[in-house]
């Protein structure tokens, strides 16, 4: 092992770029479990009530992990917004047969009410009971009223997060949503079913949340990109798994080409998350979109990637962040069988840069310390580049 020569901040958006960096970046994705269990509060006093906020968390994990820090999942723009004529009102009951904390909420619209119950036991995020839409017809419209357009940037909030980031060289990223049914579930109760039949019975609804999700979206990526993040993270759990291919073509594709492009001519980096089946995604987005880089990349059956082939396939246009699995390797396994998945990684996608070591979607709550310390330990020991070649000469011969 010879000494770093690079800051986590520049490792990691050399391999966003697609570059060679001094070695292997490392980022297991801990974004919600592994902070909020490691501030030793019940996960409603930082998730629900946000005694402490939970991108602090998660850097404090990054520093004791020794991670090259993913700050973007914990991290969004804090838009101001014009017109907010939404008033939420919410009340905190505590459930003592489950041990959990519900937030029952009632939203008045100019078009009527909406109602949401959350649930949060002691030791697990929260989960969403009672959703906001009840009805596409009747909701939808009162809905709309919940995000009206950003009109600027609340700089003294963003500046707080930057410079936490800054203070510890890590990257400064944030999420963007995009249009679809990964995100489109979060909000209609009945979730991917209901949306399924609204497809078919109203898919004028459907168009329209896209085409208003499309406007807002365009004009919050501009103020993101002037308040000029250091990479731009558009998040989209289960893209196609939860959709289609046709559904992502149809609702998430016209937007990712659109503000990718708008990131790039920023000269701003971005990567996609989306969790399950990514090998139909990354051939929409290598052919479609200007994303520079996607994640998780879950092996079956989770996911459907070999990380491999798709280096081989698409490792020109794409950078790659992934993949070890996040229950039979990291929950499950042995620190030597995480050692040894992470060389197997290294060795798929390492080659020539553009490869963070990371793992299938986010780690459960109960994943071993030791484990997440082998992952990091293992891309500090086997992954240097030699920045002749773009080699790994650090990992072990057979793996050549």
């Known amino acids: 092992m010879t000494s770093e020569t690079m800051t986590p901040k520049e490792r990691f958006l050399a391999a ?21 269990k490691h501030t030793g509060l019940p996960f409603w006093e930082v998730l629900m ?62 078009d009527g009410d909406l109602t949401q119950e959350e649930v949060c036991f002691r030791w697990d995020p929260p989960a969403t009971s009672i959703k906001l839409i009840k009805d596409l017809r009747i909701d939808f419209k009162k809905f709309k009223w919940l995000l009206p357009m950003a009109t600027s940037v609340d700089a003294s909030e963003l500046e707080v997060q930057r410079n936490a980031c800054r203070k510890r060289n890590y ?21 991917v079913q209901t949306l399924s039949y609204g497809e078919m019975d109203t898919p004028e609804i459907l168009q329209e949340w896209f085409e208003w999700d499309l406007e807002r979206g365009e004009r919050e990526m ?10 731009i993270l558009f998040g989209g759990s289960g893209t196609v798994t939860l959709a289609s291919p046709k559904l992502a073509a149809k609702y998430a594709i016209p937007a990712l080409k659109k503000w990718s492009k708008m990131a790039k001519n ?45 280096k081989r396939k698409h490792g020109k246009r794409l950078s790659f962040m992934g993949n070890l ?20 990684a290294m060795r798929d996608a390492g080659p020539g840069g553009g490869f963070i070591l990371s ?33 790994l000469p650090d990992l072990p011969a057979e793996v050549y």
């Not at 490392?26 to 592994?34: E, G, H, Q």
């Not at 090998?279 to 092996?299: F, H, K, Q, Y």
């Not at 229950?327 to 992470?342: F, N």
């Open 16 to 36: 966003m770029r697609n570059e060679v960096p001094d070695r292997v970046p490392v980022a297991p994705d801990t974004s919600t479990y592994i902070p909020t």
């Open 325 to 344: 699995h996040t229950t039979d390797v990291m929950l499950l396994g042995s620190p030597e069988d995480v050692k040894q998945k992470s060389i197997e």
């Open 266 to 310: 920023a000269g701003i980096p971005t990567m996609l998350h989306s969790c399950g089946k990514d090998r139909i995604l990354a051939d929409m987005l290598a052919a479609d979109t200007d994303v520079g880089m996607i994640n998780p990349l879950e092996v079956p059956p989770m996911g459907d990637i070999d990380l491999a082939q798709l």
């Open 49 to 110: 009530e946000g005694k402490v906020p939970l991108w602090q968390a998660y850097l404090d994990v990054a520093d004791y992990f020794g991670m090259d820090a993913w700050t973007a999942p914990v991290m969004g723009i804090p838009f101001v917004r014009q017109n907010v004529q939404a008033e939420w009102r919410s009340e905190y009951v505590f459930d003592k047969d489950r041990d959990a904390m519900l937030r029952k909420s009632i939203v008045h619209t100019p």
């Open 171 to 191: 990257a400064f990223g944030v999420t963007v949503t995009y249009p679809g049914f990964q995100n489109w579930n979060s909000y209609v109760q009945g979730g």
């Open 222 to 231: 501009e103020l993101t990109l002037q308040a000029k993040p250091d990479y």
């Open 359 to 391: 793992t299938g979607d986010q780690c459960g709550r109960e994943t071993p310390e030791e484990n997440l310390f082998a992952i990091v330990e293992a891309a500090k020991k086997y992954g240097r580049y030699d920045p002749q070649t773009g080699m």
